[in-house]
């Protein structure tokens, strides 16, 4: 089975600090993805990557940056976290275009 | 915006079939249906996908009608851990991957 692992399920952090939020892939997989979801919003992407140092900006990208060094790791960096930025984290990824997600298990940030 | 309807909730008695009904009257030619599930605290899981045909697999069937306005999923025997909110989502072939998750479908079954 393809695992997506997120490295934290809990974050707490204080407003003005720099975050990284951590996903890494088993499978070889193309396409790596970083949604938030809140609740009455559902599920909006943030960014997405389709190879290694390629990255593309999805619906709510402002805040945010994101890396990718290696194939198997997707990194999501809060520059300066901001209150708004409390939300569940959810990275995930899939081997080409039309096939299925699949999603990590989240990290629940918290910024104070 | 999501460009499918769901009802906000449905509840199902275990061992009976759950089907979970959605709405996509706006769908266009090459927009596949897919189904995922949230189970609480966790992350999505994909459930089945389908163009036009009838799918089914080891977790659920898929039925899309001839106009391909709507569908159902539809798990068999449902249990206790198949208690979720379930998403319908329409997909476009070779499209961007800015999948838009609506509210889905919170299913509880009961025992």
């Known amino acids: 089975d393809v695992k997506v692992t997120q490295s934290s399920r809990y974050l707490v952090k204080r407003t003005g600090e720099k975050v990284f939020l951590e996903c890494v892939q088993d499978?070889?997989?193309?396409?790596m993805f970083w949604y938030r979801q809140d609740p009455g919003l559902g599920l909006r992407l943030i960014y997405f990557?389709?190879?290694?140092?390629?990255?593309e900006k999805g619906d709510i990208p402002e805040g945010y940056s994101v890396s990718r060094e290696k194939k198997e790791r997707f990194s999501l960096i809060l520059e300066s976290a901001s209150t708004n930025q409390t939300s569940m984290y959810l990275c995930?990824?899939?081997?080409?275009?039309?096939?299925?997600?699949?999603f990590g298990n989240g990290t629940r940030l918290t910024v104070t | 915006d999501a460009k499918t309807t769901q009802p906000p909730s449905m509840d199902c008695a275990e061992g009976r079939a759950a089907n979970l009904p959605c709405n996509h009257s706006?769908?266009?030619?090459?927009?596949?249906v897919y189904w995922y599930r949230q189970i609480h605290s966790q992350g999505p899981q994909y459930i089945i996908h389908?163009?036009?045909n009838n799918e089914t697999n080891e977790m659920a069937s898929l039925i899309i009608t001839e106009d391909r306005k709507s569908s159902t999923l539809i798990l068999p025997h449902a249990t206790l851990r198949d208690t979720a909110v379930y998403y319908c989502?329409?997909?476009?072939?070779?499209?961007?991957?800015?999948?838009?998750f609506g509210k889905g479908t919170k299913l509880t079954v009961n025992p």
């Open positions: 995930a990824s899939n081997p080409g275009w039309n096939s299925p997600l699949h």
């Open positions: 499978m070889d997989h193309e396409n």
């Open positions: 990557s389709y190879d290694v140092k390629m990255k």
């Open positions: 706006t769908i266009s030619g090459n927009e596949y």
């Open positions: 389908g163009l036009k």
């Open positions: 989502i329409v997909r476009t072939q070779g499209g961007s991957e800015k999948l838009v």
